[in-house]
């Protein structure tokens, strides 16, 4: 009998055990600052978003579970921006099944995006800012759906990171810097494009720019073929491919391993390049 009681107690306090190591905490802040930017570390899955002064106001929100909430760091820096990340490493403690911490982000505009490690962050509606928009993505990170506009804009994505399904507008220059094995995909328009792709990345981008500056290296591609170009300056070295979308004209510097083939009306010159169609 002494046996049947125990196993009972048991099998109703487990579940309670494990109710209470699941607990979360709610933590909301910064409802009365701007938010200028975000920086993210560590695992975290984000929602970012800007305010639109109606139904939307600026403010940084943290789900995390409650064993955890010491360990966390949740602040505002001097430039403005709102900062998610852990006093410790713990990346070992979210392989197995641990819940991420859940954080929605709203910002007043957005000229600052730095995440890393294996955290992700899905944006919704249109970030914007007067100034410059500074992109940054490291590690396992992910970047999905940010559509923003700014005077100008500088990416750097590296390590296995990617940027994907963008759609980014830049009044003047807008310059991508890709390294690793990571991935960007989407639309991006601007005045002047400047791409620096190396490693074994992959760019993938539709829209446009007057006038491009591309350095593809190692074993990268950059499929511009949806990208169309007024004039370029294309330098493809190693096994680096191409794909482009002329309509002025230009000239390739191109490797003996590497490739650079165009479409369009224009004219690209320069030893190994070669047309699509």
């Known amino acids: 009998m002494k046996k049947l009681f125990l196993l009972a107690l048991c099998a109703v306090a487990a579940p309670l055990f494990a109710a209470a190591q699941e607990a979360t905490a709610v933590i909301e802040k910064y409802a009365d ?83 890393t490690g294996a955290s992700n962050v899905v944006c919704t509606g249109i970030c914007s800012t007067t100034g410059n928009l500074r992109i940054l993505t490291s590690g396992n990170a992910s970047v999905n759906l940010l559509e923003a506009s700014a005077e100008t804009i500088n990416i750097e994505v590296s ?36 791409f620096t792709v190396s490693g074994v990345s992959g760019l993938t981008l539709s829209g446009g720019a007057e006038e491009a500056v591309l350095d593809v290296s190692g074993t990268a591609s950059a499929d511009l073929e949806n990208f169309s170009i007024g004039t370029v300056n294309a330098k493809v070295s190693g096994m680096g491919k191409v794909k482009a979308n002329v309509i002025g004209g230009g000239t390739a510097q191109v490797s003996t391993m590497g490739s650079f083939r165009y479409k369009g009306a224009g004219l690209v010159t320069g030893k190994g390049v070669k047309r699509l169609d």
């Open 159 to 194: 390590g296995t990171s990617d940027l994907s399904d963008a759609k980014l507008t830049a009044e003047g220059k807008a310059e991508v810097i890709q390294s690793g094995t990571s991935k960007i995909n989407g639309e991006i328009k601007a005045g002047t494009a400047i």
């Open 33 to 115: 600052k701007p938010i200028r930017g975000v920086i993210v570390a560590g695992a975290f899955d984000v929602q970012l978003a800007q305010a639109d002064g109606a139904s939307r106001q600026a403010g940084a929100k943290v789900e995390i579970l409650k064993e955890l909430e010491d360990k966390l760091v949740f602040e505002y820096t001097d430039e403005g921006y709102v900062r998610l990340t852990f006093k410790n490493d713990m990346s070992k403690y979210f392989t197995g099944s641990k819940k991420k911490p859940q954080a929605w982000l709203t910002v007043t505009e957005l000229k600052y995006l730095n995440v």
